[in-house]
C-alpha cells in the first residue's frame, strides 16, 4: 500500500534560518504530492502541490520539487519567519479513476517552532 | 469559489452521550466528502467517505457512523460517545477531474469526559 514518512519533530530554528523538512513516499503508481501546513487549533491548509516527476510546487516562499528516483518531496524555505510555526504534513495521493475517493495519505506530521 | 464549513467548532460531551457533527460544502457539486479524525499525535486518521448521496465507505469499524443526506452535507455521529473518541475532527472535499487534492474545514474539537 501507499505511505509517507516523515520527520516528526519538533524541529526548533531560528528566525531567517534555512528549512527543510524531509518526506519520502511508497506508492504502486503515479502519485500527485502535497504539502499541507495547520495553524493551531485550525484545519489543514493545501501549502503546495506537484502533480508528476520533476514537477517543482511553490507558494509563500516554500518550495518542494518530486523527485521520482528518490521518491521524495522535501519542503524547502530559504529564511523562516516566525509565523511559519505549524505542523506540516506530507500528503499523497493516487487517484485510480477520475472521481475516485480513495482520500489523500498523510505523514504524521512535522512540528516546527520558529523563535525570534 | 467553493467553502467548507464545520460546527460546532468545540464540544466537551459526556461518555455515552450522542454525537453529530454536521459539515456543509457551498461552491460545488458532487464532491467527494471525507471524515478524519486527528488524535494527540497529529496523525490522521481517514474514518469515512462518500462519492455521493447515501453512498458511505466505512474505513475504519468503530464507534462512529456517517451519513450524507444531501449532495453537500456530510453528517458524522454516535449514539454513545466513548473516551476513545475525544479528537479533532476534520471534514473535507474533493472535486472530480482533478490531481486529488483535499480541501479541509476548520475542524471540530470533541473532548469526552
Known amino acids: 500500500g501507499n505511505s509517507v514518512t516523515q520527520m516528526e519533530g519538533p524541529v526548533t530554528l531560528s528566525e531567517e534560518a534555512f528549512l527543510t523538512i524531509n518526506c519520502t513516499y511508497t506508492?504502486?503508481?503515479?502519485?500527485?504530492l502535497f504539502w499541507y501546513v495547520q495553524y493551531p487549533g485550525e484545519g489543514l491548509q493545501l501549502l503546495l502541490k506537484?502533480?508528476?516527476?520533476?514537477d517543482k510546487g511553490s507558494n509563500k516562499g516554500f518550495e518542494a520539487t518530486y523527485r521520482k528516483e528518490t521518491t521524495s518531496f522535501h519542503l524547502e524555505k530559504g529564511s523562516v519567519q516566525v509565523s511559519d510555526s505549524a505542523v506540516y504534513f506530507c500528503?499523497?495521493?493516487?487517484?485510480?479513476?477520475?472521481?475516485?475517493?480513495?482520500?489523500?495519505?498523510f505523514g504524521k506530521g512535522t512540528h516546527l517552532i520558529i523563535q525570534p | 469559489s467553493q467553502t467548507i464549513h464545520q460546527w460546532p467548532a468545540t464540544l466537551v460531551q459526556p461518555v455515552g452521550s450522542p454525537l453529530s457533527l454536521e459539515c456543509t460544502v457551498e461552491?460545488?457539486?458532487?464532491?467527494?466528502l471525507y471524515w478524519y479524525r486527528q488524535a494527540a499525535g497529529r496523525g490522521l486518521q481517514l474514518l469515512f467517505y462518500?462519492?455521493?448521496?447515501?453512498?458511505i465507505s466505512s474505513e475504519v469499524p468503530q464507534n462512529l457512523s456517517a451519513s450524507r443526506p444531501q449532495d453537500r452535507q456530510f453528517i458524522l455521529s454516535s449514539k454513545k460517545l466513548l473516551l476513545s473518541d475525544s479528537g479533532f475532527y476534520l471534514c473535507?472535499?474533493?472535486?472530480?477531474?482533478?490531481?486529488?487534492?483535499?480541501?479541509f474545514g476548520e475542524g471540530s474539537r470533541l473532548t469526552v469526559l
Open positions: 473535507a472535499w474533493s472535486g472530480l477531474f482533478v490531481t486529488g487534492e483535499l480541501f
Open positions: 506508492a504502486t503508481g503515479y502519485p500527485s
Open positions: 506537484a502533480t508528476k516527476a520533476d
Open positions: 500528503a499523497l495521493s493516487e487517484y485510480v479513476s477520475a472521481g475516485g475517493a480513495d482520500g489523500l495519505t
Open positions: 461552491g460545488t457539486s458532487n464532491p467527494n
Open positions: 462518500s462519492v455521493g448521496i447515501g453512498q
